[in-house]
């Protein structure tokens, strides 16, 4: 590894992707991405008694599917990162307490996949040779927790994000035949004192360009160099703030810049105002 810029990190000997997976709920398999998901469920309790316990039992499956697709059995497998939205982590660490492998707790809200992966790719290059890298959410448990409980049927204002009920499981190695993690940019906390807990996506925005522009500045590379530029989940509001801030800076994403949240669901027929 060497570092490039400000907080830029270079792979001499980039860590492959070597396989992935998701298990998402109902309402993300109606949404325009549900033919890329592994597996899609019929309702949010997944046969368990809470939504905790089926946000664990999502993240555990989606991790035991990535496993199996890559063909690595789980006692090769070094060590793993993951967290979800919930105090403490508790969907990842209950549900996976079971693989014996060992575990390093992430929370980073939207973000908690990708630093997953920044920090797993870290660790292939510098002492594993198969990191597991996932993460979980789920509506219910996170309304419950961030906002109000569903129970009270609390109007949501338009610029409110949808949590998406599911997970996503990477599988890192050493060698492979990619897609490959070349280069990772940590981002700074970027607080502009959005107190508004239905506006996700206006409080994270600034986080979001600062990271981008820090990676152009590093690496000395553009907009233009990319086929895609993809934040987490800011939603309709969110995106339109990072286009117009990237813009105040000399930036133009708007042509290769899409967000997770816009992709996820269709606000319109899906009624889920600002996006995931």
């Given amino acids: 590894m060497e570092k490039l810029g400000k907080q830029t990190i270079k792979f001499n000997t ?14 993300e398999a109606q949404g325009p991405l549900a033919k890329y998901f592994d597996q899609t469920l019929e309702d949010e309790f997944w046969g368990e008694k809470t939504w905790e316990k089926a946000e664990s039992k999502i993240i555990k499956e989606t991790v035991n599917t990535v496993i199996s697709k890559s063909g690595v059995a789980a006692n090769e497998i070094d ?9 403490q982590c508790i969907s990842s660490s209950f549900g996976l307490r079971e693989l014996g492998i060992p575990f390093f707790g992430v929370f980073g809200a939207c973000s908690t996949f990708v630093e997953s992966m920044t920090l797993g790719a870290i660790a292939v290059e510098s002492f594993a040779n198969y990191v597991l890298c996932a993460t979980s959410s789920h509506f219910c448990s996170a309304e419950k927790q961030f906002r109000f409980p569903l129970e009270l049927g609390n109007q949501r204002p338009p610029t409110s994000q949808w949590t998406v009920t599911g997970s996503g499981a990477a599988l890192l190695a050493k060698n492979g035949q990619g897609p490959y993690i070349t280069h990772i940019t940590p981002g700074k ?42 934040s987490g989940d800011l939603g309709h509001v969110g995106k ?37």
């Fill in 240 to 276: 339109d703030i990072a286009i117009d801030v990237a813009k105040a800076q000399g930036y133009n994403i708007k042509s290769n810049y899409n967000d997770c949240g816009v992709l996820m669901f269709d606000k319109n027929a899906q009624d889920t105002h600002s996006g995931r």
């Fill in 189 to 230: 906390i970027i607080d502009m004192g959005i107190k508004d807990a239905n506006n996700m996506g206006a409080a994270m925005a600034p986080a979001f360009v600062d990271t981008l522009i820090t990676h152009f500045l590093d690496t000395g590379r553009n907009p233009s160099y990319y086929d895609a530029i993809i």
């Fill in 79 to 87: 060590c793993m990162f993951a967290g979800d939205l919930l105090n």
């Fill in 14 to 27: 980039p860590p492959t992707i070597l396989d992935c997976a998701s298990i998402v709920g109902p309402k």
